[in-house]
């Protein structure tokens, strides 16, 4: 619930979410096991997707609406054939 939590304090403070602060975040979120299904999630202005658990997709979302852009765009790459292996979710790029 950490995440969620962190959410909570950015929102209430009025400060946004580092992209540092959001990468630890996805990378707790890759962590899978055998049967878990992986998902794109935490797409925003200046955030593309990335392969996470699904049950951690809402929470990454949430959290990727609240990270500072600055006003930074950025040009994504597509992702194919997500899985878990060796307990993180991964995709092959296009």
Same mark, same amino acid.
């Given at each position: 619930?950490?995440?969620?939590?962190?959410?909570? &304090?950015?929102? &209430?403070?009025?400060?946004? &979410?580092?992209?540092?602060?959001?990468?630890?975040?996805?990378?707790?979120?890759?962590?899978?096991?055998?049967?878990?299904?992986?998902?794109?999630?935490?797409?925003?202005?200046?955030?593309?997707?990335?392969?996470? $658990?699904?049950?951690?997709?809402?929470?990454?979302?949430?959290?990727?609406?609240?990270?500072?852009?600055?006003?930074?765009?950025?040009?994504?790459?597509?992702?194919? $054939?997500?899985?878990?292996? $060796?307990?993180?979710?991964?995709?092959?790029? &296009?």
């Amino acid at each position: 619930m950490r995440p969620l939590v962190l959410a909570s &304090l950015v929102f &209430l403070s009025g400060c946004c &979410l580092s992209q540092e602060e959001f990468n630890q975040e996805v990378q707790e979120a890759t962590a899978c096991s055998t049967g878990d299904t992986c998902v794109l999630a935490g797409s925003a202005q200046c955030l593309c997707a990335r392969p996470v $658990n699904a049950s951690k997709a809402t929470e990454i979302n949430a959290s990727a609406g609240e990270v500072c852009c600055d006003g930074a765009l950025v040009d994504c790459v597509a992702f194919t $054939n997500l899985r878990c292996e $060796n307990g993180r979710c991964v995709a092959d790029t &296009l």
